[in-house]
């Protein structure tokens, strides 16, 4: 029971450290811009819903699918860093993204797919961190980290369905500015994870 406990706990932590529901919240209001509600819980509900699944596909198939395609960690992070560092750029020019509208007059909640639930949402890490809790694990393992995922989850649909009142108490032009800033941070989350995969691909040690 204590082994139990200790191995929810290490995973707990694990996913709350990399999908943060807390600091991705502003980068869900960067992203979103000034979508009405409704479209903006649909997006949140979009983007963690498909996280959610694509790291519970990763935990039982995500093995074989890359040795199937012949991918690796290193390509999925430096690929996962350019999509970020795009978006991210975009952003910090004052642009809307064009992930946001593809040609459509209406608000497109494409958004939701890439960049949010993959790969701000079910990242590298996020995947990687759950593939590593259940390998040579039993099903309890398997299930506890699927649970807990699914916690994590929820909290960041929370998080994220809250960002109109988070504009309501700090102001729009706060939330410009935090948008620019956003940008910034995730031009160098980019940055990192290609000069991690790059690492990774050459096995550097710096």
């Known amino acids: 029971m204590t082994d139990i ?4 706990i290490t995973v707990f932590t694990g996913f709350f450290a990399i999908m943060n529901p807390i600091a991705n919240t502003p980068i869900f209001i960067g992203l979103v811009g000034d979508m009405d509600k409704a479209t903006k819980k649909k997006i949140a509900r979009t983007a963690t819903l498909t996280a959610f699944f694509i790291v519970v596909f990763s935990v039982f198939l995500g093995k074989y699918i890359f040795e199937l395609f012949g991918m690796t960690i290193p390509a999925f992070k430096i690929a996962g860093g350019i999509l970020i560092f795009y978006v991210g750029f975009e952003m910090l020019m004052s642009k809307k993204s064009s992930l946001h509208t ?4 209406e608000p497109d909640s494409g958004v939701a797919i890439s960049p949010l639930a993959i790969p701000i949402l079910a990242g590298p890490g996020t995947i990687i961190t759950a593939m590593n809790n259940v390998t040579g ?3 309890i393992h ?6 807990i995922f699914a916690l994590i989850v929820y909290l960041t649909y929370l998080a994220f369905s809250s960002s109109d009142l988070i504009i309501k108490k700090i102001g729009n032009n ?5 948008g620019k800033l956003m940008g910034l941070i995730l031009t160098i989350m980019g940055v990192g994870m290609v000069i991690e995969g790059i ?3 050459f096995v550097l040690i710096f």
């Open 5 to 8: 406990l200790t191995f929810s």
């Open 102 to 105: 593809q040609g459509k007059t």
């Open 137 to 139: 694990g039993s099903y």
């Open 142 to 147: 398997i299930a506890i980290v699927i649970a």
């Open 174 to 178: 706060i939330i410009t500015v935090f």
């Open 199 to 201: 690492k990774l691909a």
